[in-house]
């Protein structure tokens, strides 16, 4: 995977998804919210729930790291698999049911 430093350029909070650009990425990569700060998220085991407060969001022109790969589809030539906002994330909870 190759690391990126990059800028929030679309982001569609209803749909949970955006793009960031970058000189690496120049046609823009897309990104789903479920990769946002990924490895921060913990592994749930059948039964938990994550309470994440507050949702993951992306914020319009800001900074981010991000890692990618090329060739992703959906009308994008890359996809980004991670992707770490330069600020604090969200806190998580795991709970039983």
């Not at 995977?1 to 998804?17: F, I, R």
């Not at 992707?83 to 806190?91: E, K, L, N």
Request: charge should be negative; proline fraction near 9%; charged fraction near 20%.
């Amino acid at each position: 995977m190759l690391v990126t430093e990059g800028k929030v350029d679309l982001w569609n909070a209803e749909e949970g998804w955006g793009v960031i650009v970058s000189a690496e990425t120049p046609s823009g990569c897309w990104f789903h919210f479920s990769n946002l700060w990924r490895p921060d998220m913990p592994e749930l085991k059948p039964g938990q729930q994550a309470s994440i407060s507050p949702p993951r969001n992306a914020v319009l022109g800001e900074t981010v790291d991000y890692e990618w790969i090329a060739n992703a589809g959906d009308g994008y030539q890359f996809f980004a698999t991670n992707v770490r906002p330069r600020r604090p994330g969200p806190s998580v909870e795991v709970v039983s049911e």
